[in-house]
């Protein structure tokens, strides 16, 4: 979501954090100006993560899309992270986040400190270091903490995260209960939040921003030490001394004594005792017990807030080591500040929050209101004064005014501080008696001790109890040498700069004189935090500041909820109402006239090099001014104004500028690039002609070397091969005479070893003898039998050879024949040209004829029709009657009704008028009573009058004579107390008339209620009456419709069952046709067979004879000799014949028995666990189960079991299979599921949704995993699986019946022309008739769309995507499906208007817009979820949508514009960019009227026109058309003709018949798609189905939020899967059954 923020200007996509930050962004690089983003808003609005969002964008936004460049990372320490310094400043948060967030009463989430983190970039944009700087840490929290909230969150995250040798070494076995400072709290944990996780996390971050292993445990134990303080409790002694508790605590004081490395005597010292400097001597004083957990509770927040500050200034150190050390002016600023709090009790904390917040309100109406007043005023802009709310008198109040600074909050709050007996009751009465005479102050009556403040977002009553307590800030002398003289080296650190260090117990203020300390001069908390907030406000004041208004919805916290007059009261404390009020009257863009000028001077350009470059430095101020004037007119913008050195634009004026300069860049770069392309490509073309000519040359020559080389080749072959035989008998026979005298040795010796052994055993060697004759017999025989089998072979391949010979001799023969048929053939095509010309003027005189026959063949038929229209009428008078009754019914219920409305409105104004009579005589009392109050009014101005002029003559002889000005002053005085009199008389008869006339408005306001209320309930009693029984009929009427179109949509989806039950009839009877014809072939092969069985059984009869013959074969027993005894193993023929083998040259690589001899091997035992899981998972067919993955039950989706099966098979198999084992598995899986869904298309709807689920399943598990990188492979194959797609389209195609015959038949021909009665009665010509339909498309209701001849084929695409729904199919991939079969439909419907011209007619044209219209409607019906939207419906069906719109608008524009000689061509590029020129010439050919009698000689003369200049368009075009073959063309009888033929002149105004006869449009490539090349499923609708099994979609409230999709998958599938028996007791299979 970021990248769609990256470079977008405020306000072009939704409002977001992410535009804020990129504003801020831009402005810093283009301006060079420091940035600020104040985030602000109450607590627990979403402060905090707002901040660490625009943190993360700027992260993002600092990195480029793909850098090559290193990223600046820290260099380190080993041991030390060296991560960039974006991570780190991102890692920051967390850590800070559980240092210094707690849990409060409004936010789980909240943050006890304010935080100002400024991030410096280099002129690359890219983050080079950071500072951080916080705020007023609540350190009060850390020691006391009351439910339902929490402390810091870094106590649980140790408590819950630690491991067990840290818990040990830190003594943290107990748990959270058994701490006192978390005890208070009965909230410990935080409902989704883990606090264990969060530990984990928090350490992390410790190692990102650079911490080393002993600063982490350092923090760890410091932490530890704090819970173990809270541990320590006291009790009063016997010297009234603070002494331990119990044992609890001493075990405590050990812990907390070791953790720190000091001695328990030491701790317990600095805890229960305070030395006092006087004088000259030093008295150590022991504390009681309350005065010792005091000091206990003020070392644990001392110890808390130092290591809360050496964080903040350890990741500052990290994270601004990479600057150049000078303050950039690339900078932006993230204050992410407490918000403002109101609680029941509210103390100095809240004082402190929201005086913060106070201030920057001020800063925000400054920056808002009055610095854009001023500036206007400046500038001299025509500006109406705008008044706003002002907070510089609470500001007053609580800081102190430039008058009067001491007379404020915390001015007396420091000055009560000190004063050393002051207590809370004090500065109560102080604080309540000296501000009580401010406006914004208030002080309640109970509780005492409280004052309130009326800050801008509302009252806050504040308690004194505790405020001096927490605004003295010093660190305890007693603690300060404890922790120094510690062994702990971190303890030391932080307490070394603790110079602020005071005792409890000071001086008089006497030392003060004499250079000691005094305990009055104190360093305040509130003193420091204004210090710190007028160092924030001066950063901010040079930074150009964004605002987020952070708004809370509800009080209570409560997701999705919203309360509006909270929301509303917020909007107005917060100033946003006012500043939207002046934004939308005001300028908020402002640019200086001379950048203005030079970016947006290419507006001025009007043509080519219109533009003028302006020099900056030479630019003068009144040149850019009227630059500045002239661009603004020229983009016709309104509202500008100019100032003296700026140009003030109105709010989304900038964009528009900034989108004009863009559309003027794009238009010049577009023009640039299409001159340089046009330049490249006419170099291309040139260089491409050279070099196929050179390419054509010499693949020419070599084809020529190489049949020259080949006739070479066989001819040295057969000398070779002869060379080689005669080679290969003389050596055989060489070597036969030489062994002929070893064969004679060895025969001899053998007789004799033979007749030895015969003597030896008589009877042995008569046995032997009669097997070797036996033996000799046999292999006799077998020679013999190969050697004619060999014969046999060898003259059969003879035989072939020169049969081959032969039948080469018969084609070339024929060859030579043909040729001499073509060329008489040529002969004859010029001669039938001829004829041709001369019989033109007689084909003239016929087709005259044959128009005035048309002609009455036609008012034949609108006679005809004219009948039919009279019967519709008839039927249509009878349906109207209908109407009439139904209408007749309803209007008696309405009469029924409105004669009940008029009796009540009757009863109703006989009420009011009594009502009015009482309420005129009610009015004329209070006249009478206004009469007489006006009276005694009148009376007491006239006494006053007298009075007046009374003392004017007193004071004028006053004037007069100043001696006696003490009698005048008795007199004056007595005129006083007698005015004072009839005052207080007046008074009293002005009361008692008021009290008199509010009793009667009174009593005429009680009756003017009864009398409305009457009057509105009466009313209200009859319209809802009304409104039932119209609601009623209303409903029956949208029920009836509803059932009415339920009903006609499972019609139309049986007429397509009944389609394809009649098409698999077809099929079946085919099949038994086959299965008949193959019965008989097998009969055929039994009986053969046989034959072959009888001549078998007698050439085994021939083998026994030739066993019995005797042969003159060799002594048998040489043979065995040479074998060993052994007889030698016999061969058949066959294996004589053939021997198998292999080489690497002369077996083909993708021989199949190869390919089974290459493949990787798979063991035996994964063999056997692959063919169980696909037999028990693939053949047997899973269940699937629903997930729910929103808020309600229909958010769910439906997961394949089988899909996770075989996906956590393959995860498995990967970290424990070799690599090439895994590709053989997935292999087998792949052509297991291929053939699994060769059956119907309910199973290949299933096998897609489970291979969807199955890819993305693989992507999401495999990523990151090194073994498993080849499954993330496979995954994007099961996803894009085209053999599984292809399947799936063979179904589909099947499905639906595309039969032209159907769709554009008679009756859809005749419902298409009565749709447009005007024209069917003549009144207008068809062409402009079709112009104005097509112009104004109508809409028709299911129940229309149903009743059409489409009905069929709307029913077939309803019932596939019934059945991928009904499979658990998501919607991307039934949108998908729909897609690629409306492809299919468009193709199948383009196809049949190319080839017939009955579907091209205008009734047929008329037809096919009325189904395509009803396609687009069954879309609607069946929603967009399913079937996508009604332009995505259009552009799947583009082919014949701009087919019909070309045919029924566009042909006559183009006819006309052809006639007049103009270039057609960009209009039908214009009309039809995705047809094809033949495609459009067939359709103008075919393009007829079916409509009027007959086409005039001149239309037909026009459309010929028509067709010749398409046909010069498709020579000289190469965009829209295929160039024509140079293979001859037939004519339509048969003739092979030429395109130029010599001897034959062009004809100017030929037929159709002769053009399309005279070039190549015939070619189904161009004219022709493929239909099932069209059914394409889109990768990207796939994508997104497969995410749906991962991802839950957008905008869905997950029902368990923090638990993803895919884990609510693993979980279900785990629980619900029911495996195969063979799969459950096979332990490769365990893993599936785990938990």
Same mark, same amino acid.
């Given at each position: 979501?970021?990248?769609?923020?990256?470079?977008?200007?405020?306000?072009?996509?939704?409002?977001?954090?992410?535009?804020?930050?990129?504003?801020?962004?831009?402005?810093?690089?283009?301006?060079?100006?420091?940035?600020?983003?104040?985030?602000?808003?109450?607590?627990?609005?979403?402060?905090?993560?707002?901040?660490?969002?625009?943190?993360?964008?700027?992260?993002?936004?600092?990195?480029?899309?793909?850098?090559?460049?290193?990223?600046?990372?820290?260099?380190?320490?080993?041991?030390?992270?060296?991560?960039?310094?974006?991570?780190?400043?991102?890692?920051?948060?967390?850590?800070?986040?559980?240092?210094?967030?707690?849990?409060?009463?409004?936010?789980?989430?909240?943050?006890?400190?304010?935080?100002?983190?400024?991030?410096?970039?280099?002129?690359?944009?890219?983050?080079?270091?950071?500072?951080?700087?916080?705020?007023?840490?609540?350190?009060?929290?850390?020691?006391?903490?009351?439910?339902?909230?929490?402390?810091?969150?870094?106590?649980?995250?140790?408590?819950?995260?630690?491991?067990?040798?840290?818990?040990?070494?830190?003594?943290?076995?107990?748990?959270?209960?058994?701490?006192?400072?978390?005890?208070?709290?009965?909230?410990?944990?935080?409902?989704?939040?883990?606090?264990?996780?969060?530990?984990?996390?928090?350490?992390?971050?410790?190692?990102?921003?650079?911490?080393?292993?002993?600063?982490?445990?350092?923090?760890?134990?410091?932490?530890?030490?704090?819970?173990?303080?809270?541990?320590?409790?006291?009790?009063?002694?016997?010297?009234?001394?603070?002494?331990?508790?119990?044992?609890?605590?001493?075990?405590?004081?050990?812990?907390?004594?070791?953790?720190?490395?000091?001695?328990?005597?030491?701790?317990?010292?600095?805890?229960?005792?305070?030395?006092?400097?006087?004088?000259?001597?030093?008295?150590?004083?022991?504390?009681?017990?309350?005065?010792?957990?005091?000091?206990?509770?003020?070392?644990?927040?001392?110890?808390?807030?130092?290591?809360?500050?050496?964080?903040?200034?350890?990741?500052?150190?990290?994270?601004?080591?990479?600057?150049?050390?000078?303050?950039?002016?690339?900078?932006?600023?993230?204050?992410?500040?407490?918000?403002?709090?109101?609680?029941?009790?509210?103390?100095?904390?809240?004082?402190?929050?929201?005086?913060?917040?106070?201030?920057?309100?001020?800063?925000?109406?400054?920056?808002?209101?009055?610095?854009?007043?001023?500036?206007?005023?400046?500038?001299?802009?025509?500006?109406?004064?705008?008044?706003?709310?002002?907070?510089?008198?609470?500001?007053?109040?609580?800081?102190?005014?430039?008058?009067?600074?001491?007379?404020?909050?915390?001015?007396?709050?420091?000055?009560?501080?000190?004063?050393?007996?002051?207590?809370?009751?004090?500065?109560?009465?102080?604080?309540?008696?000296?501000?009580?005479?401010?406006?914004?102050?208030?002080?309640?009556?109970?509780?005492?001790?409280?004052?309130?403040?009326?800050?801008?977002?509302?009252?806050?009553?504040?308690?004194?109890?505790?405020?001096?307590?927490?605004?003295?800030?010093?660190?305890?002398?007693?603690?300060?040498?404890?922790?120094?003289?510690?062994?702990?080296?971190?303890?030391?650190?932080?307490?070394?700069?603790?110079?602020?260090?005071?005792?409890?117990?000071?001086?008089?203020?006497?030392?003060?004189?004499?250079?000691?300390?005094?305990?009055?001069?104190?360093?305040?908390?509130?003193?420091?935090?204004?210090?710190?907030?007028?160092?924030?406000?001066?950063?901010?004041?040079?930074?150009?500041?964004?605002?987020?208004?952070?708004?809370?919805?509800?009080?209570?916290?409560?997701?999705?909820?919203?309360?509006?007059?909270?929301?509303?009261?917020?909007?107005?404390?917060?100033?946003?109402?006012?500043?939207?009020?002046?934004?939308?009257?005001?300028?908020?863009?402002?640019?200086?006239?001379?950048?203005?000028?030079?970016?947006?001077?290419?507006?001025?350009?009007?043509?080519?090099?219109?533009?003028?470059?302006?020099?900056?430095?030479?630019?003068?101020?009144?040149?850019?001014?009227?630059?500045?004037?002239?661009?603004?007119?020229?983009?016709?913008?309104?509202?500008?104004?100019?100032?003296?050195?700026?140009?003030?634009?109105?709010?989304?004026?900038?964009?528009?500028?900034?989108?004009?300069?863009?559309?003027?860049?794009?238009?010049?770069?577009?023009?640039?690039?299409?001159?340089?392309?046009?330049?490249?490509?006419? &170099?291309?073309?040139? @260089?491409?002609? +050279? !070099? %196929?000519? /050179?390419?054509? =040359? #010499?693949?020419?020559?070599?084809? $020529? *070397?190489?049949?020259?080389?080949?006739?070479?080749?066989?001819?040295?072959?057969?000398?070779?091969?002869?060379?080689?035989?005669?080679?290969?008998?003389?050596?055989?026979?060489?070597?036969?005479?030489?062994?002929?005298?070893?064969?004679?040795?060895?025969?001899?010796?053998?007789?004799?070893?033979? &007749?030895?052994?015969? @003597?030896?055993? +008589? !009877? %042995?060697? /008569?046995?032997? =003898? #009669?097997?070797?004759?036996?033996? $000799? *017999?046999?292999?006799?025989?077998?020679?013999?039998?190969?050697?004619?089998?060999?014969?046999?072979?060898?003259?059969?391949?003879?035989?072939?050879?020169?049969?081959?010979?032969?039948?080469?001799?018969?084609?070339?023969?024929?060859?030579?024949?043909?040729?001499?048929?073509?060329?008489?053939?040529?002969?004859?095509?010029?001669?039938?040209?001829?004829?041709?010309?001369?019989?033109? =003027?007689?084909?003239?005189?016929?087709? $005259?004829?044959?128009?005035?026959?048309?002609?009455?063949?036609?008012?034949?038929?609108?006679?005809?029709?004219?009948?039919?229209?009279?019967?519709?009428?008839?039927?249509?008078?009878?349906?109207?009657?209908?109407?009439?009754?139904?209408?007749?019914?309803?209007?008696?219920?309405?009469?029924?009704?409105?004669?009940?409305?008029?009796?009540?409105?009757?009863?109703?104004?006989?009420?009011?008028?009594?009502?009015?009579?009482?309420?005129?005589?009610?009015?004329?009392?209070?006249?009478?009573?206004?009469?007489?109050?006006?009276?005694?009014?009148?009376?007491?101005?006239?006494?006053?009058?007298?009075?007046?002029?009374?003392?004017?003559?007193?004071?004028?002889?006053?004037?007069?004579?100043?001696?006696?000005?003490?009698?005048?002053?008795?007199?004056?005085?007595?005129?006083?107390?007698?005015?004072?009199?009839?005052?207080?008389?007046?008074?009293?008869?002005?009361?008692?008339?008021?009290?008199?006339?509010?009793?009667?408005?009174?009593?005429?306001?009680?009756?003017?209620?009864?009398?409305?209320?009457?009057?509105?309930?009466?009313?209200?009693?009859?319209?809802?009456?009304?409104?039932?029984?119209?609601?009623?009929?209303?409903?029956?009427?949208?029920?009836?419709?509803?059932?009415?179109?339920?009903?006609?949509?499972?019609?139309?989806?049986?007429?397509?069952?009944?389609?394809?039950?009649?098409?698999?009839?077809?099929?079946?009877?085919?099949?038994?046709?086959?299965?008949?014809?193959?019965?008989?072939?097998?009969?055929?092969?039994?009986?053969?067979?046989?034959?072959?069985?009888?001549?078998?059984?007698?050439?085994?009869?021939?083998?026994?004879?030739?066993?019995?013959?005797?042969?003159?074969?060799?002594?048998?027993?040489?043979?065995?000799?040479?074998?060993?005894?052994?007889?030698?193993?016999?061969?058949?023929?066959?294996?004589?014949?053939?021997?198998?083998?292999?080489?690497?040259?002369?077996?083909?690589?993708?021989?199949?028995?190869?390919?089974?001899?290459?493949?990787?091997?798979?063991?035996?035992?994964?063999?056997?666990?692959?063919?169980?899981?696909?037999?028990?998972?693939?053949?047997?067919?899973?269940?699937?189960?629903?997930?729910?993955?929103?808020?309600?039950?229909?958010?769910?989706?439906?997961?394949?079991?089988?899909?996770?099966?075989?996906?956590?098979?393959?995860?498995?198999?990967?970290?424990?299979?070799?690599?090439?084992?895994?590709?053989?598995?997935?292999?087998?899986?792949?052509?297991?599921?291929?053939?699994?869904?060769?059956?119907?298309?309910?199973?290949?709807?299933?096998?897609?949704?489970?291979?969807?689920?199955?890819?993305?399943?693989?992507?999401?598990?495999?990523?990151?995993?090194?073994?498993?990188?080849?499954?993330?492979?496979?995954?994007?194959?099961?996803?894009?699986?085209?053999?599984?797609?292809?399947?799936?389209?063979?179904?589909?195609?099947?499905?639906?019946?595309?039969?032209?015959?159907?769709?554009?038949?008679?009756?859809?021909?005749?419902?298409?022309?009565?749709?447009?009665?005007?024209?069917?009665?003549?009144?207008?010509?068809?062409?402009?008739?079709?112009?104005?339909?097509?112009?104004?498309?109508?809409?028709?209701?299911?129940?229309?769309?149903?009743?059409?001849?489409?009905?069929?084929?709307?029913?077939?695409?309803?019932?596939?995507?019934?059945?991928?729904?009904?499979?658990?199919?998501?919607?991307?991939?039934?949108?998908?499906?729909?897609?690629?079969?409306?492809?299919?439909?468009?193709?199948?419907?383009?196809?049949?208007?190319?080839?017939?011209?009955?579907?091209?007619?205008?009734?047929?044209?008329?037809?096919?817009?009325?189904?395509?219209?009803?396609?687009?409607?069954?879309?609607?019906?069946?929603?967009?979820?399913?079937?996508?939207?009604?332009?995505?419906?259009?552009?799947?069906?583009?082919?014949?949508?701009?087919?019909?719109?070309?045919?029924?608008?566009?042909?006559?524009?183009?006819?006309?514009?052809?006639?007049?000689?103009?270039?057609?061509?960009?209009?039908?590029?214009?009309?039809?960019?995705?047809?094809?020129?033949?495609?459009?010439?067939?359709?103008?050919?075919?393009?007829?009227?079916?409509?009027?009698?007959?086409?005039?000689?001149?239309?037909?003369?026009?459309?010929?026109?028509?067709?010749?200049?398409?046909?010069?368009?498709?020579?000289?075009?190469?965009?829209?058309?295929?160039?024509?073959?140079?293979?001859?063309?037939?004519?339509?009888?048969?003739?092979?003709?030429?395109?130029?033929?010599?001897?034959?002149?062009?004809?100017?105004?030929?037929?159709?018949?002769?053009?399309?006869?005279?070039?190549?449009?015939?070619?189904?490539?161009?004219?022709?798609?493929?239909?099932?090349?069209?059914?394409?499923?889109?990768?990207?609708?796939?994508?997104?189905?497969?995410?749906?099994?991962?991802?839950?979609?957008?905008?869905?409230?997950?029902?368990?939020?923090?638990?993803?999709?895919?884990?609510?998958?693993?979980?279900?599938?785990?629980?619900?899967?029911?495996?195969?028996?063979?799969?459950?007791?096979?332990?490769?299979?365990?893993?599936?059954?785990?938990?």
């Amino acid at each position: 979501m970021m990248t769609q923020y990256r470079n977008v200007a405020l306000g072009e996509l939704s409002p977001h954090v992410y535009a804020i930050a990129e504003q801020a962004f831009n402005a810093m690089m283009i301006d060079e100006q420091r940035q600020a983003i104040l985030i602000s808003g109450e607590s627990g609005a979403g402060k905090t993560e707002s901040a660490k969002m625009v943190m993360q964008y700027l992260a993002h936004r600092s990195s480029p899309v793909q850098s090559t460049t290193s990223r600046p990372r820290l260099q380190g320490q080993p041991g030390i992270s060296t991560a960039p310094v974006e991570e780190q400043v991102l890692e920051s948060n967390p850590l800070l986040e559980a240092f210094g967030n707690a849990k409060t009463s409004r936010n789980d989430n909240s943050s006890r400190f304010g935080k100002f983190t400024e991030i410096s970039f280099d002129a690359g944009g890219r983050v080079t270091g950071a500072a951080i700087s916080t705020y007023l840490l609540e350190r009060s929290r850390v020691v006391s903490v009351s439910t339902p909230e929490r402390s810091y969150h870094i106590f649980y995250q140790l408590l819950a995260g630690a491991t067990p040798d840290q818990c040990r070494q830190l003594r943290l076995e107990r748990g959270w209960a058994s701490f006192n400072y978390l005890a208070g709290s009965e909230t410990f944990g935080l409902g989704e939040v883990d606090d264990g996780e969060a530990f984990r996390d928090t350490m992390d971050a410790m190692t990102t921003v650079g911490l080393t292993q002993l600063e982490r445990d350092s923090v760890l134990a410091i932490v530890a030490s704090v819970l173990h303080l809270g541990n320590i409790s006291f009790q009063q002694g016997d010297m009234d001394n603070a002494e331990l508790l119990d044992e609890k605590s001493e075990d405590a004081m050990y812990i907390v004594s070791d953790l720190m490395q000091v001695t328990p005597d030491q701790l317990m010292t600095a805890l229960t005792t305070r030395a006092i400097e006087t004088m000259g001597e030093r008295i150590v004083k022991r504390l009681d017990a309350a005065a010792a957990s005091v000091s206990r509770d003020a070392l644990a927040k001392n110890l808390y807030a130092k290591l809360f500050d050496w964080l903040v200034a350890a990741i500052n150190r990290k994270i601004s080591a990479i600057g150049s050390g000078q303050r950039s002016e690339r900078t932006i600023g993230i204050l992410d500040i407490y918000g403002f709090e109101s609680f029941k009790e509210n103390s100095f904390e809240q004082l402190c929050i929201n005086l913060a917040n106070e201030r920057l309100q001020q800063q925000f109406n400054q920056h808002v209101f009055k610095g854009e007043q001023e500036e206007y005023a400046a500038e001299g802009i025509d500006w109406s004064y705008v008044e706003f709310i002002d907070n510089q008198d609470c500001l007053d109040l609580l800081e102190g005014s430039p008058i009067n600074p001491a007379l404020a909050v915390f001015p007396l709050i420091d000055e009560a501080c000190r004063m050393p007996r002051a207590t809370y009751q004090d500065l109560a009465h102080t604080v309540r008696t000296r501000l009580a005479e401010q406006r914004r102050f208030e002080a309640p009556k109970r509780p005492p001790h409280s004052f309130s403040v009326d800050h801008y977002a509302g009252k806050v009553t504040y308690s004194t109890l505790l405020l001096m307590d927490k605004n003295k800030d010093f660190v305890i002398a007693e603690h300060a040498a404890l922790l120094k003289a510690s062994g702990f080296q971190f303890a030391r650190s932080l307490f070394e700069d603790a110079d602020d260090v005071d005792s409890a117990a000071a001086a008089p203020p006497s030392r003060t004189a004499r250079g000691g300390k005094s305990a009055y001069k104190l360093n305040s908390v509130g003193a420091r935090f204004r210090k710190q907030l007028q160092g924030l406000m001066a950063t901010l004041n040079q930074c150009q500041p964004h605002y987020i208004r952070c708004i809370k919805p509800n009080p209570e916290s409560q997701p999705g909820s919203l309360t509006p007059n909270y929301v509303l009261e917020q909007l107005r404390a917060g100033g946003v109402l006012e500043a939207v009020r002046i934004a939308c009257a005001g300028f908020p863009t402002r640019k200086a006239f001379r950048p203005f000028a030079i970016r947006y001077n290419i507006l001025l350009a009007s043509g080519r090099g219109a533009y003028r470059h302006l020099d900056p430095e030479t630019l003068q101020d009144d040149e850019a001014a009227d630059i500045s004037r002239k661009v603004l007119q020229a983009v016709k913008i309104m509202g500008w104004q100019l100032g003296k050195t700026r140009v003030f634009l109105r709010a989304g004026q900038l964009a528009q500028l900034e989108g004009a300069r863009g559309t003027r860049l794009t238009a010049s770069a577009i023009t640039i690039q299409a001159a340089y392309r046009g330049m490249a490509a006419r &170099r291309e073309l040139r @260089r491409a002609r +050279t !070099a %196929a000519a /050179k390419i054509q =040359a #010499a693949w020419r020559g070599v084809l $020529a *070397r190489r049949a020259a080389q080949e006739r070479r080749k066989d001819v040295a072959a057969a000398k070779i091969a002869a060379s080689w035989r005669m080679y290969q008998f003389r050596k055989a026979f060489v070597q036969h005479r030489r062994n002929r005298r070893a064969t004679v040795v060895q025969s001899w010796v053998r007789m004799w070893l033979v &007749r030895t052994r015969f @003597r030896r055993t +008589t !009877a %042995a060697g /008569k046995k032997a =003898a #009669a097997r070797a004759a036996r033996h $000799a *017999r046999i292999q006799a025989a077998a020679i013999t039998l190969q050697k004619y089998v060999r014969r046999y072979l060898a003259r059969k391949k003879v035989a072939a050879k020169r049969a081959e010979a032969a039948k080469w001799q018969h084609m070339q023969q024929a060859h030579s024949a043909l040729q001499s048929q073509q060329q008489q053939l040529v002969a004859e095509i010029q001669e039938w040209k001829a004829r041709y010309r001369d019989e033109a =003027a007689y084909s003239s005189e016929l087709q $005259a004829a044959a128009n005035r026959l048309q002609s009455e063949l036609t008012a034949a038929q609108l006679e005809s029709q004219n009948a039919k229209d009279a019967m519709t009428s008839m039927k249509e008078e009878v349906n109207m009657q209908q109407n009439n009754y139904q209408a007749h019914v309803e209007a008696a219920r309405v009469a029924e009704l409105e004669a009940a409305q008029a009796a009540a409105q009757a009863a109703l104004m006989a009420e009011m008028d009594l009502l009015r009579r009482q309420k005129h005589g009610a009015e004329q009392h209070s006249r009478d009573l206004e009469e007489q109050v006006r009276a005694g009014q009148q009376e007491l101005r006239d006494k006053a009058a007298e009075i007046e002029d009374m003392m004017a003559a007193a004071e004028v002889k006053d004037a007069d004579n100043t001696k006696i000005w003490d009698q005048v002053r008795v007199a004056a005085e007595e005129y006083h107390a007698e005015f004072a009199q009839k005052e207080a008389t007046i008074a009293m008869l002005t009361s008692d008339a008021e009290a008199q006339k509010a009793q009667m408005q009174q009593k005429i306001d009680q009756l003017r209620t009864d009398m409305e209320g009457t009057v509105a309930s009466v009313q209200q009693d009859m319209q809802q009456r009304l409104e039932e029984a119209l609601a009623e009929n209303k409903a029956q009427a949208e029920s009836l419709r509803e059932a009415r179109e339920r009903n006609m949509h499972f019609s139309a989806r049986v007429v397509a069952l009944n389609s394809r039950v009649a098409q698999l009839t077809k099929q079946l009877k085919e099949s038994q046709q086959r299965e008949q014809a193959l019965s008989a072939d097998l009969e055929a092969a039994k009986k053969a067979q046989q034959e072959a069985q009888q001549q078998l059984q007698q050439a085994q009869s021939q083998v026994q004879a030739a066993r019995d013959a005797p042969m003159a074969t060799p002594s048998p027993s040489h043979r065995s000799m040479e074998n060993g005894g052994r007889t030698p193993p016999m061969r058949s023929p066959s294996q004589l014949t053939s021997v198998p083998s292999y080489n690497g040259r002369n077996q083909d690589p993708n021989d199949p028995g190869l390919m089974a001899v290459l493949e990787p091997v798979l063991e035996r035992d994964h063999e056997a666990t692959l063919t169980l899981l696909l037999q028990g998972v693939v053949d047997r067919r899973m269940p699937i189960i629903n997930i729910q993955h929103g808020a309600t039950p229909a958010d769910s989706v439906g997961m394949p079991v089988a899909a996770w099966v075989l996906g956590e098979c393959l995860l498995h198999w990967a970290l424990r299979w070799r690599p090439a084992e895994v590709d053989v598995a997935a292999g087998r899986l792949r052509d297991t599921v291929v053939s699994t869904a060769e059956s119907d298309l309910t199973s290949q709807a299933y096998w897609l949704s489970a291979t969807l689920a199955l890819g993305a399943f693989l992507k999401v598990r495999s990523i990151g995993k090194r073994d498993c990188s080849s499954l993330f492979k496979l995954g994007d194959e099961m996803i894009a699986f085209s053999a599984l797609h292809h399947l799936l389209a063979s179904s589909v195609a099947d499905m639906l019946p595309v039969n032209v015959s159907v769709l554009l038949c008679d009756e859809a021909k005749r419902l298409a022309r009565q749709g447009n009665p005007r024209l069917a009665s003549g009144d207008a010509s068809p062409s402009k008739q079709a112009t104005i339909e097509a112009s104004q498309p109508g809409s028709k209701s299911f129940e229309g769309l149903m009743s059409s001849p489409w009905k069929g084929l709307l029913g077939g695409l309803s019932n596939v995507v019934e059945c991928l729904r009904g499979e658990g199919a998501p919607p991307p991939a039934v949108r998908a499906v729909v897609h690629a079969a409306l492809h299919y439909v468009d193709a199948e419907l383009l196809n049949a208007l190319v080839l017939r011209r009955d579907c091209c007619s205008i009734s047929a044209i008329k037809a096919l817009q009325a189904g395509l219209a009803d396609i687009k409607g069954w879309g609607q019906y069946m929603g967009a979820q399913w079937c996508g939207e009604g332009t995505d419906i259009e552009r799947a069906l583009e082919h014949s949508n701009q087919a019909v719109r070309y045919l029924i608008s566009g042909k006559d524009d183009c006819v006309r514009k052809a006639c007049k000689g103009f270039d057609i061509t960009p209009d039908l590029r214009r009309m039809c960019p995705s047809l094809t020129l033949q495609q459009i010439y067939k359709l103008s050919e075919h393009h007829h009227d079916d409509w009027i009698t007959a086409v005039g000689d001149n239309q037909g003369t026009k459309t010929i026109v028509l067709l010749e200049t398409l046909k010069r368009a498709v020579d000289s075009s190469g965009g829209m058309a295929t160039p024509p073959r140079a293979s001859p063309m037939m004519s339509a009888d048969g003739v092979p003709q030429t395109p130029n033929s010599p001897g034959v002149g062009p004809n100017p105004y030929p037929s159709p018949g002769s053009i399309s006869s005279t070039h190549q449009f015939e070619d189904e490539d161009n004219l022709l798609l493929d239909s099932q090349a069209a059914f394409v499923l889109p990768r990207k609708l796939l994508t997104e189905a497969a995410r749906y099994f991962v991802q839950a979609p957008r905008g869905h409230q997950s029902a368990t939020p923090g638990v993803s999709l895919l884990d609510k998958i693993e979980a279900s599938c785990r629980r619900n899967v029911q495996l195969p028996r063979q799969l459950r007791d096979w332990d490769q299979f365990a893993f599936l059954q785990r938990r």
